[in-house]
Nanobody, 116 residues
Framework: QVQLVESGGGLVQAGGSLRLDCVAS????????LGWYRQAPGKERELVAN?????YTNVADAVKGRFTVSRDNAKLTLQMNMLKPEDTAIYYC????????????WGQGTQVTVSS
């Protein structure tokens, strides 16, 4: 059974930085896409950034130039700089194996709050 354990959320002032880490425990293929999603109150969950098994990186336009995603085997890191109040959300780690008919896993989420 795969578990995704997130860490690094918290409260920060606008313009500040935070780093989120996600570590996948259990057996997870290197071909899985690992990603970060977020969900703000009253809004749908949205993709922030992900890294495919082959290393291709995708970053949402809303955070491009401010957030950087990196992957080291089963560990995914989201470096968030120049944070804005609109970045406030619960951030979820995701492991997606659907391209290989494998399961999708979600972490429990970590709160990021950016004060103005």
């Amino acid at each position: 059974q795969v578990q995704l354990v997130e860490s690094g959320g918290g409260l920060v002032q606008a313009g500040g930085s935070l780093r989120l880490d996600c570590v996948a425990s259990g057996s997870i293929s290197a071909m899985y896409t690992l990603g970060w999603y977020r969900q703000a109150p009253g809004k749908e969950r949205e993709l922030v950034a992900n890294v495919r098994g082959g290393g291709y990186t995708n970053v949402a336009d809303a955070v491009k130039g401010r957030f950087t995603v990196s992957r080291d085997n089963a560990k995914l890191t989201l470096q968030m700089n120049m944070l804005k109040p609109e970045d406030t959300a619960i951030y979820y780690c995701n492991a997606d194996g659907r391209a290989y008919e494998a399961p999708v896993y979600w972490g429990q989420g970590t709160q990021v709050t950016v004060s103005s």
